[in-house]
């Protein structure tokens, strides 16, 4: 019995000894990995698995940006993160992810108008657009077309 728990538990000890924890990370390591697992995640996951996944990188960067509050671009991730979590989770969860989306999002443009080339500006514009109106949702058309418009300008 104790062989087939060491077995069994050995993988995952020396996956999770690998695995550098987001908190850790340099803010060019952690962007790259987050970057990485969401491409991973969107392109190569099977639909019904993608909910949990995007749960999981939302807090891997919420970890990363508490740590590295100056990281801008990890707020962006975090705001994709949470939004991609929103799109594919259930109802239940999806206003929730989608305010932390919007904080996250709304952090990086605070901190450079510019970053990614208006990434955040362009994740803003979808969340204004897709969701429902206030005081559901943060639905609304005008700074939805604000933000497409300054997404397009970088």
């Known amino acids: 019995m104790n062989r087939t728990r060491i077995a069994l538990t050995l993988p995952l000890a020396l996956w999770l000894s690998a695995a550098t924890p ?3 990370q340099t803010c060019p390591e ?12 969107t392109f190569q996951m ?3 698995e ?18 590295q509050a100056n990281c801008t671009e990890a707020w962006v991730w975090q705001g994709i993160a949470e939004a991609s979590y929103a799109d594919a989770g259930n109802i239940f969860v999806a206003l929730g992810a989608v305010r932390r989306a ?23 514009a979808v969340i204004h657009h897709r969701s429902y109106p206030w005081p559901l949702g ?5 700074l939805a077309a604000e933000h497409f418009k300054l997404a397009l300008a970088l």
């Open 22 to 24: 987001a908190a850790k």
């Open 30 to 41: 952690l962007v790259i990995d987050l970057q990485t697992r969401w491409d991973k995640i």
């Open 46 to 48: 099977p639909e019904d």
């Open 50 to 67: 993608r909910a949990d996944a995007y749960a999981t990188l939302a807090e891997d960067a919420f970890a990363g940006t508490t740590a």
């Open 102 to 124: 919007h904080a996250a999002l709304t952090e990086s443009v605070h901190q450079d108008d510019r970053v990614l080339a208006g990434a955040a500006h362009t994740a803003l």
């Open 138 to 142: 943060l639905g609304d058309d005008e």
